[in-house]
C-alpha cells in the first residue's frame, strides 16, 4: 500500500470527506487528492503528523514503516 493509498484509507475510515480532512490537515482540496493519488510524493513532514493525529495513527504507520 502507498502513502497516498493509507491516506485515501484513513479519511475514508474517519467518514470524511475530502473537503473536510483537507481542512483539519491545513492543505486544499486540491492537494489532498494529490496526496492520495500519489501525484506529491514529498509530503512535507508537519501534514505527515496532522493526518495522523486526525486519523489516531502513527506517523510511521502513514510512510509505511509500521502496520495499524
Do not use: H
Amino acid at each position: 500500500m502507498t502513502i497516498g493509498e493509507r491516506i485515501s484509507f484513513l479519511r475514508e475510515r474517519s467518514g470524511m470527506s475530502q473537503v473536510k480532512f483537507a481542512d483539519k490537515v491545513g492543505v486544499s482540496k486540491q492537494t489532498l487528492y494529490k496526496y492520495e493519488k500519489g501525484l506529491i510524493k514529498n509530503i512535507p513532514y508537519d501534514k505527515i503528523e496532522a493526518i495522523a493525529k486526525i486519523a489516531n495513527v502513527s506517523p510511521a504507520y502513514i510512510v509505511g514503516w509500521l502496520s495499524i
